[in-house]
């Protein structure tokens, strides 16, 4: 009997099966990420791939208000239709931008200049025109596909609400070039889109600027805009406020007109400008869509120079006004006598010439007289007296001779014939009628008139002079930290006793009441002043100066007023003073006080009685 045995089941070992289904598993996963790499994330991928870097591009911070001390608004930001360029893409395409000019009603030449100052944008859009009006960006927009390179948009841009009357002041803006970078790099300040030229535009650039807002652009090598990766808000530039009234700019302006000249106001409690007006002058608008060459030539060609701020930068003899700082001299030096007489025959030697004193020939005059009537012979025979290096020194301390610290660029610095200045300037000695020369405001001297201003701003405050500004306050962004209020600096002093301070004062006085700017009285204020005829080698008329303080007792106004050849003081800039003072208190002004000085009414009394009818010339 054979055994037959049945075969029996083996169990199945799992390790056997755990390969081929971790294999299967990989395979399958490699091949669902294949599919999800290269279907449905294809178009990211790529684009990262074509992703050389990542930009940043700076958006536009609304440059900061300024307005007046009244609040009136002189500079904004308005919206402005502004044609964006991408440099490579722009000039690899002349044709197109020929075509983009033509629209714009521009010459093909400025708008390729415009695109070749910012080269470093590659294919990031810049501004290159502001101003476009609807119907040119409509075209630009409708032509966008045969147009590569260029766009619109409306951006916020720097707008003036007054151009003329302070064309000088306000400065203006434009894009950056290469000079304006290394400038602003040089102080610490990142260049944004537009920069400040000239004047407060300029000289406040850190606070007008704001903070610009940032978006990151992935680009690709040609600098091609791919994706935004996200930005920061702009932050607005902070709002200035003037001491500048804009009323009184007008008003100077208007009284200017046919003149060359400047009216300079300062209020001498601070040093507050309140009045900086240059004629001619010209609007800050007409740089703000660019200037051509040809315009700007014509401005700076004009015979008139309207763009020499004579306020600050002219440089002039200023004759009779100059007496003011002798008498200062005498006085500090310890030689002044104000009753010490001299004697003069109706002119000046200064060398072997003779300088004309008309007013009173033939008398003896001491310095009330003599200052009242302008005495070229007691004031050129104070000035041996109190001698050259005693009148230099006067001058350094009321900063005669050196710009002046007024928060505006571009200032002159006169001429004052130091030792030094002379010896380089000039191949002879220093002679006693150069001394007399200085001591009548002539000779090599020159100031301007913002100095003159200084000086009588100094003599109002009995001898303390502060920093003339023009910016008061400055106001930042909302919720970004608050105010500053400009502090008042005193920029010079002179240590003089009160009855002298009273002497030079009631001789002020007398100027206007019965003296050389008789022409200057208004009703009802008493005030002081001196006038200024200074002879000139361009013009047979003599520059017209005046210097005066209002009111007297308690100084609110120090005005100085310089018209370049338009003859005597009295005549022509004292009236024009006159009346600006007249507006500034708003022709209401003071009630007429007695002084208080019993040695001004004595003074008046013995020396000024018996005058003559016909005004003095000075």
Known sequence: MSVIHAPTDRAIDARLLALPFAVTAVIAGYMVRMWFLQIVQASELQERAEVSSIAVVKKLAPRGRIVDRAGRLLAGVEPRITVLARPRTAMANPAVVDRVAAILQIEPQALKKAIRLVPQAGDLAVPVYIGADVAMASKIAELSDELPGFSVETQGMRSYSAGPELGHIMGYVRP???????????????????????????????????????????????????????????????TLVLSLDLRLQRTALGLLQGHKGSVVMIDPNDGGVLCLASNPTFDSSVFLKGISKDEYAALAEDESRPLFFRAVSGAYAPGSTFKLVITLAAMSSGVFDPNESVYCPGYVLVGRKKVACK????????????????????????????????????????????????????????????????????????????????????????????????????????????????????????????????????????????????????????????????????????????????????????????????????????????????????????????????????????????????????????????????????
């Not at 944004?192 to 406040?204: M, S």
């Not at 003599?370 to 301390?397: H, V």
């Not at 006793?497 to 009273?502: E, G, I, R, V």
Request: overall charge neutral; charged content about 25%; hydrophobic content about 35%.
């Open 359 to 618: 007013n009173h020939p033939n008398e003896t005059v001491a310095f009330d007289r003599a200052f009242t009537k302008s005495c070229n012979a007691y004031f050129g025979q104070l000035a041996r007296k109190i001698g050259r290096e005693n009148i230099l020194k006067t001058c350094d301390a009321l900063g005669i001779g050196r710009p002046s610290e007024i928060d505006l660029p571009s200032q002159s610095r006169g001429v004052l014939p130091t030792v030094d200045w002379w010896a380089k300037h000039r191949d002879r000695r220093w002679s006693l009628g150069d001394t007399v020369n200085l001591g009548i405001g002539q000779g090599e001297l020159t100031t301007t008139p913002l100095q003159m201003a200084e000086v009588g701003a100094l003599i109002a405050n009995r001898g303390v002079c502060y920093r003339p500004h023009i910016v008061r306050a400055v106001k930042d962004p909302e919720g970004s930290g608050g105010n500053r209020l400009v502090p008042a600096e005193v920029l010079s002093r002179l240590d003089l006793p009160a009855h002298q301070w009273d002497t030079l004062t009631s001789a002020m006085v007398h100027v206007i009441e019965v003296g050389t700017a008789r022409t200057a009285q208004i009703g009802g204020l008493l005030w002081g002043g001196k006038t200024g005829s200074a002879e000139n080698l361009k013009d047979h008329n003599t520059h017209s100066w005046f210097v005066g303080v209002a009111p007297i007792e308690s100084p609110k106004v120090v005005i100085c007023v310089m018209l370049e050849n338009a003859g005597h003081g009295g005549d022509v800039a004292a009236p024009i003073a006159a009346k600006m003072v007249r507006e500034y208190l708003n022709g209401k002004a003071a009630p007429r006080v007695e002084v208080q000085s019993s040695r001004m009414r004595d003074s008046a009394a013995s020396t000024l009685d018996a005058e003559p009818e016909s005004p003095d010339r000075e």
């Open 176 to 238: 950056p070039r290469d000079d304006d970078n290394k400038r602003l790099k040089a102080q610490g300040i990142d260049p944004a889109q537009y920069v400040g030229l000239q004047g407060i535009e300029r000289q406040y650039e850190r606070d007008l600027m704001g903070r610009p807002g940032t978006e990151k652009v992935a680009v690709d090598a040609r600098r091609k805009a791919i994706r935004s990766l996200g930005s920061d808000e702009a932050v607005a530039g902070s």
